[in-house]
């Protein structure tokens, strides 16, 4: 069964830190990986995608470990608007995409 | 911005009617989806579409679902006799290319089986 793992959390942080989340998938095949932010009762929107090289958007940080078969998501300075839940999720070779049971952030002030 | 729209957005129903829920994909949009997400669990895939046919469908997506495109702008995913374990959040979702490019949901439609 194909799964895409993540800490459920909630990770309490305060404004201004610097917080890290992790997943981990189990099919090798998989060649796209992407970060979704999800507020509460609205739709998945896509943060980033994620590459073997790693990439940045602003405090956002990306990267994808294939050999480990883990996808991380690394966010600086955080701001109250922040708080949601993280949703890691793989993209399959029929390209449907596999969902996390995600990751909730709160950050306080 | 275009915007994928989903409507009705709340639809409360009795258990075994029929319910159709309407989503509007992206107009340049080829490929079109349909997931599902109970309360507090993960978003899960139902059907994928493209050129007026089923491409993929998840065990999840039986007998008792159905998905059309009755026109060039409407993509339409119906359930003939719903159960309360259909109760959930249907996004629809539509992408330009199929492969490694974002999927744009819509709000979501909450259907309440009762």
């Known amino acids: 069964r194909k799964e895409v793992e993540q800490d459920p959390g909630p990770f309490n942080v305060p404004e201004g830190a610097t917080v890290a989340f992790n997943c981990t998938y189990s099919?090798?095949?998989?060649?796209?990986f992407f970060w979704y932010r999800q507020d509460c009762r609205k739709e998945p929107k896509l943060l980033m995608s994620v590459y073997s090289s790693g990439n940045e958007d602003g405090r956002f940080t990306a990267q994808l470990n294939r050999a480990s078969q883990y996808i991380s998501l690394l966010i600086r300075d955080s701001k109250l608007s922040d708080s949601a839940t993280y949703l890691c999720?793989?993209?399959?070779?029929?390209?449907?995409?596999?969902f996390g049971s995600g990751t909730r952030l709160l950050v306080r002030p | 911005e275009p915007e994928v729209t989903q409507t009705p957005s709340h639809q409360v129903t009795q258990m075994g009617q029929e319910v159709i829920l309407r989503c509007v994909p992206i107009?340049?949009?080829?490929?079109f989806y349909w997931y599902r997400q109970i309360l507090g669990q993960k978003v899960e895939f139902l059907v994928s579409f493209y050129n007026n046919e089923i491409s993929e469908k998840s065990e999840i997506f039986d007998d008792q679902f159905s998905v059309e495109r009755p026109d060039g702008s409407n993509f339409t995913l119906k359930i003939r006799s719903t159960k309360l374990e259909d109760s959930a959040m249907y996004f629809c979702a539509s992408s330009e290319l199929v492969e490694d490019n974002e999927q744009f949901f819509g709000p979501g439609t909450r259907l309440t089986v009762l």
């Open positions: 107009s340049n949009h080829l490929y």
């Open positions: 999720v793989e993209m399959d070779s029929s390209y449907k995409l596999i």
């Open positions: 099919n090798s095949a998989s060649q796209s």
